[in-house]
């Protein structure tokens, strides 16, 4: 009852029909779906991707997160929209690559993208193996990734990877935004799951395609 009436929340806010708020079974991995916008929503709900695109203006496409990374990214040309899960996995995985290519066979190849990268945890609070951080290092060609102290554990900055593999499918560096924010250190505004474990809630990024709009 309380994902319906989010979800209808959610709707509203983005000044859509709640039956056009998609998202896939996200599984971590680097699949992006393309969609119409005019399917059962449902039926999209349980197909496996980590990335979805569609230029419908009358539908959303999105991610749902508690500490993985939101990425969202739109073509100020042809309205084309992208939103991206990306956990650790996934960045390793290449999913911002494998979204940005659905996103420019959707739009074109003559597209003009901007991005957002939303609250996710932050590197000052995300802790993983020498194993983890390794693979992480070798995602991108980011400088500063992973934080390393004697005695403690290896901490990865999971933005600069993202951005800098944004800037690498060619996005420009100039037009992508990071949202502040760290969902495990606050937990007044924000779910996590490292923090809160299967109880933990999840937030929703969306992005609505804005075919046939000014964009600023």
Do not use: M
């Not at 939303?118 to 390794?134: K, L, S």
């Not at 420009?172 to 606050?186: F, L, N, P």
């Amino acid at each position: 009852q309380n994902v319906a009436a989010n979800l209808e929340r959610a709707a509203d806010a983005l000044g859509v029909d709640v039956a056009r708020v998609y998202y896939l079974s996200q599984v971590h991995g680097s699949t992006a779906v393309r969609i119409d916008g005019t399917e059962d929503r449902t039926q999209i709900l349980f197909r496996e991707g980590d990335a979805l695109v569609s230029r419908n203006p009358r539908a959303a496409v999105c991610v749902r997160i508690a500490d993985c990374l939101p990425i969202l990214v739109g073509d100020r040309k042809s309205g084309a929209a992208l939103a991206v899960h990306a956990g650790w996995r996934g960045l390793v995985r290449r999913v911002i690559f494998e979204g940005v290519e659905a996103l420019r066979r959707e739009a074109g190849d003559a597209c003009d993208l901007v991005a957002a990268i939303g609250p996710h945890i932050t590197g000052r609070a995300f802790e993983v193996g020498d194993d983890v951080a390794n693979e992480l290092e070798r995602a991108s060609r980011a400088e500063h990734i992973v934080e390393r102290a004697p005695g403690a554990k290896a901490r990865v900055h999971l933005a600069r990877i993202a951005r800098a593999q944004l800037e690498e499918a060619g996005v420009s560096a100039r037009t992508i935004d990071v949202v502040e924010g760290c969902t495990y250190s606050d937990a007044d505004a924000f779910f996590s799951f490292r923090r809160d474990g299967k109880q933990s809630g999840r937030h929703l990024a969306a992005i609505v395609p804005r075919a046939g709009k000014a964009w600023p």
